[in-house]
């Protein structure tokens, strides 16, 4: 680009290459600390001042000079037109970057090795909130899940609550990290369990989000019997998590190994059978050695059936690398998690690590919504098709089904991919498990290409009638990101259809929503629309209706999706939800009296508002019959560092006392940085027990004052009082405020004249009459003077109060009673408005 300085780009190649049992293979290209892929494109990150060069693409590929094969690494680009926005937020930036991944392994202070587990964490940013899984071996009475900044300062951090060894999912309150452990066992011969945690960390602050983008944020695993993490990783950017179908981590074969350990993500070719693979090793022993000889094996049944050679470096553990031409049974194996990676190192203290390839774990959703207009032949019919799945390790596929609103026999239910031209691709018939509107059923005989399609979101539900023979609706099986919401692993779906309207719609539109109520009676729900108009995809509302045309605004739409939850229900609707006549409505630019519609059971003994229980109730809610109150069942309290805090209690974190504030709000534990505010003297200072530099003076009601310095206090809601000095000793930052000393009277009656005045007075006819010659002698119209501003009789006025300004939202008047003139204060006036309240 013509006038680009680009300081130092490392525009160069590189030479090396990697033997392996194949033959010789380009493995792809290093650049700053990052792998990139044959044929990938990024734009290089030149550091500060200079920041991501928009400007300069770098390009990984493969080219021959002089009879050696080599990468290149960066090359200069002239598209100009790929340069970012001009302003961006700081949450935006990151989401260009959603994707992270982290390789968790022991601590240095962790001993022995082998006896530490290890694991991989994927981490999604979805607006500013972080959706990860954990998947984890090895590690037992896991405690919290910890995130912190690279010098170790927490920067949140939660409890994990264990639900058990099941195939389906208990429910754990949700908090604004929502922790619980899964595990799936395989058949035999496998016999293991892959432990997973699922949570999020809502609302991250832009400074922590900041430092997730600059790869400054670790994430840890820390276990009741030790006091510091157990495992901990890096969360980096990663772009094998694009691609990943199927992932392994490697541990010592026996229990006298090392500290080696490893991470495999694996995904198919787009066109071929190849596995692909990026291998990422940590704890490898040097023995004074540049490099390190290592074999990669891939097993079935303790049989090799694959194997390859390749060289790291202490500096670069990660390489990627391809098995090339997998047979049709490697891919049933794959897919059923039968076969088994293995790694080599040619070393004498290395020990052989391996670990069982399973699909990719996540804490994802995967459903499906059918509507006509998504079918091959798009049509109005108003019918709904509402599907949920889950992917177990072995490979097998649990799916169920539901058809609502539709008119004609049922007539074929399968699973496809993409048509090809005219020609459709069906993978599995559920036409046997469809029974009364219904289809469940299992298929356990996919192959790694199947799964593969199935979590890129490359396969469709398709249901045919006699009515349309080709389909009647059809949908894509995708993945919502995971969210707290339980009711999505314990019931199905409500289905929303334009047939369910009144009086019924004949639509394309279709739609299923989530919903349950909590502990706390607040209404939690997640709605799903397909089929939609380009013009009713921005202009979607959705209300819970009942029979009697009462309803209540569900929030929270964005795009053709809405999350949210409502805290005020009234006994009306709770009474509908309980006996199963609400109803869930969605309506649309085009139908703003309802698109699609579905009816809500679901049994509550609520009350009006919602509960909200006391730290008492609470207290007896978590406390089973034995009187031990369990963590994960605490309806308020929260856990943080080791220690349960109170709702509403504020705190000194341990990482840092002196200048964060942490604070427990039903069970989510916010931690702020103090902020220090200006300072308006020339010579701050820095106290030993404070955070922030102070002047040489005194902090009172806001503001600092100079050493020295006296003045009347300001306190709400009294104003300014009058009756009291303040001073601000020098040197000492010391404050004392003493109120003012009323002299002894002498008669019989004293009275306040003034209501403003401290102290009392005698009356007027025992005071000496020259005191009120000012007042007698002029027979001018008396006046009101404050501040140095003489007011006439009835003017009003806002007051003007130093350090304050004018006080717009108090009215001050001037009044002459009994030919006497007096000033009321602000706060005393009675027969007129004294304060005015503006916005």
Known sequence: VKGLHTPNLPLATSGESLESHYGLFPLGCHFDGKIYSLEDTWHPDLGKPFGVAYCVLCRCEVAEEHGVVIRRLCSVSNAVALLPPPVQKAESRVQQFGEFVAFLTASGHVGPPAKSGLAKAKFSLLSANILFSINYKGMHELS?????????SVLFEHPVHRVGHSDTVSRVDEATLVSCVFSFPLPTPIQYFALQICGIWRS???????????????????????????????????????????????????????????LAMLSLGDGDDNLHFILMLRGIQVEEREQILITVQILHHRYVIRALCANVTVQET??????????????????????EIAVQMESVRAQRISGFITVRKSCDTLQSVLSGRDALN????GTVGSATITLHENGTLEYQLQVAGIMSEVTAVTLETKPQGKMRNILHDLTKDYHDGKVRGLW?????????????????????TKDFQEGEIRGQITALPYNGLWARHEEPPIPLAGQFVLPPLMTGTAG???????????????????????????????????????????????????????????TELFSHLNHGTAFIQVSTKLNPRGEIRGQVHIPNTCKLGGTSPSPDDSENESTDKSGQSHPEELQRDCYFEGKLRAHGS????????KCSECICQKRTVICDPIVCHPLHCSQPIQLAEHCCPVC?????????????TRWHPWIEPFGLVLCATCSCKTSSQDLHCVRQTCPHLSCANPIRSNPMDCCKKCPEEEQNPAELADTMQSDEPRQCKVMGHLYSNNERWHPTVEKHGVVPCVTCICLQYQDTLHLLPCHSFQPQAKRRNTV
């Open 144 to 152: 919290r899940v910890c995130f912190s900044d690279v010098g170790g």
């Open 204 to 262: 991250v602050p832009r400074s922590s989000l900041h430092l997730l983008r600059l790869g400054h944020v670790r994430v840890s695993l820390v276990t009741e019997t030790l006091p510091k993490p157990e495992i901990s990783g890096k969360i980096v950017h990663h772009k094998a998590l694009f691609s990943e179908s199927f992932s392994a981590l490697l541990m010592p074969d026996s229990a006298a190994g090392g500290g080696e350990r490893g």
């Open 318 to 339: 990660d390489f990627a690398e391809v098995f090339h031409d997998l047979s049709s049974q490697e891919m049933l194996w794959l897919a059923q998690g039968q076969l």
């Open 378 to 381: 798009p049509n109005k019919a």
């Open 444 to 464: 356990s005989s996919a192959n790694a290409r199947d799964l593969h399609r199935l979590l890129h979101s490359e396969l469709f539900f398709n249901v045919a």
């Open 512 to 570: 299923h929503a989530w919903m349950l109520l909590d502990e706390y009676c607040h209404l939690q729900y997640q709605i799903v629309v397909t089929g939609l108009e380009r013009t009713d995809d921005a202009a979607l509302s959705a209300h819970l209706h009942s029979t009697q045309k009462h309803k209540r605004l569900l929030k929270g739409f964005y795009g053709s999706q809405a999350v949210g939850s409502v805290k005020d229900l009234d």
């Open 650 to 657: 504020r705190w000194a974190p341990d990482y840092d006392r």
């Open 696 to 708: 040489d003076g005194c902090y009172f009601n806001g503001e600092w004052r100079s050493a020295g």
